[in-house]
């Protein structure tokens, strides 16, 4: 019996085989013409990548079809207008914003995530003056 949830199982979202342009005949990349930094591989090195990637989306996705499926197509209209909602709020550009409502909707306020303790807004290097920040998102400046 099926009920219209989403798979939680984990699906690689790359092909298995890697093709580098720059490589040698036994499939290594020549580092000397294309070095380090230059070098991006497409291909997660792990299935599991992918699904960690995408894994708010996920829970999300399931947690809409449990809505759906247990209060009726309401529930997750409701809950996605409230969250359209919360997104409108705005502030004013040098203020940092908490997304107190829209991790209070989402859930997220009960989990803690290494976004949650590293790179916090008391910690991030911004720089300028209130006025100049607001008139250059005005246009003005």
Do not use: C
Request: proline share 8%; aromatic share 4%.
């Amino acid at each position: 019996m099926s009920f219209a949830l989403p798979s939680i199982k984990p699906k690689p979202s790359s092909p298995n085989e890697a093709i580098l342009e720059d490589s040698t005949d036994v499939g290594v990349p020549t580092l000397l013409t294309s070095g380090l930094a230059g070098r991006e591989i497409d291909a997660d090195l792990h299935p599991l990548i992918s699904s960690e990637r995408n894994y708010h989306k996920n829970r999300d996705a399931m947690n809409m079809a449990i809505l759906r499926n247990t209060q009726g197509m309401h529930a997750p209209l409701r809950l996605n207008m409230e969250l359209l909602a919360v997104k409108k709020v705005g502030r004013l550009p040098f203020l940092p914003s908490s997304n107190a409502m829209h991790d209070a909707l989402t859930g997220r306020d009960l989990e803690v995530w290494p976004e949650d303790l590293y790179n916090t807004a008391e910690f991030r290097e911004m720089a300028g003056q209130p006025h100049a920040v607001v008139e250059k998102s005005l246009g003005i400046l």
